[in-house]
């Protein structure tokens, strides 16, 4: 590299936030193209515009990136919660959210996760810092606001019920659910069970 072009390099050089996006991305596009068993730390940072060196000092190998990458829109941006009016349409949208951010890394990824990194429970792993449940706390609570449901009703499991039996059809079936799977797991189970309290 010559003087003249070095500091152009340096004045483009990522850092940060910035970067850690720009490789969780790279690890995205890599699972779909080469799914999890043919993803390399190699191939993320050369995707990424980076070095392995980069990679290595973030993550400690293969599948730390990977669930790097699951986390990393779970709960979604402040300025994703939806907002329709109504507590059934805003679960549906954070449920085709999921289904869209998590499906392209999890379904590749999952099973390979799995065999690596044996018996250490999921949840630990997906949600290393506890499970907050931002997303349908704001969800719940606007339909508290609005009457359609009783403050009573806002439980812990019912915070965490919508993903979960989304996650566990993603899972279970390694695709992507239907826009039916969605309606039918919100007014079949989620509803019945948080409108009824």
């Known amino acids: 590299m010559s003087n003249s072009q070095h500091p152009d390099k340096l004045k483009n050089r990522r850092r940060g936030k910035e970067l850690e996006a720009a490789i969780l991305q790279a690890v995205r596009e890599e699972l779909t193209e080469q799914g999890y ?3 390399t730390m190699d191939g993320v940072a050369e995707r ?3 070095s392995k060196a980069v990679l290595y000092r ?3 190998n293969r599948a730390e990136i990977v669930l790097a990458a699951i986390r990393e829109r779970v709960p979604l941006p402040l300025e994703e919660v939806p907002d329709y009016g109504n507590l059934r349409d805003d679960v549906c949208s954070v449920l085709q ?3 869209q951010n998590n499906i392209e890394v999890m379904i590749k990824a999952f099973y390979g996760l799995v065999t690596e990194i044996g018996a250490i429970p999921l949840a630990s792993l997906l949600f290393p810092q506890g499970r907050h449940n931002r997303t349908m706390t ?3 609570q606007r339909a508290v606001d609005r009457g ?3 403050a009573e009703a806002v439980t812990p499991r ?3 019920l919508p993903a979960d039996l989304a996650r ?3 899972m279970l079936y390694n695709k992507p659910m239907s826009e039916q799977t969605i309606a039918n797991l919100v007014d079949e189970v989620f509803l019945p069970l948080v409108l009824k309290r």
């Open 138 to 140: 704001i969800v719940l």
């Open 97 to 99: 959210s999921m289904n």
């Open 48 to 50: 990424a515009g980076t």
């Open 37 to 39: 068993s043919n993803l």
């Open 168 to 170: 566990h059809e993603l």
């Open 158 to 160: 019912m915070l965490t």
């Open 58 to 60: 973030r993550w400690a």
């Open 148 to 150: 359609e449901v009783s």
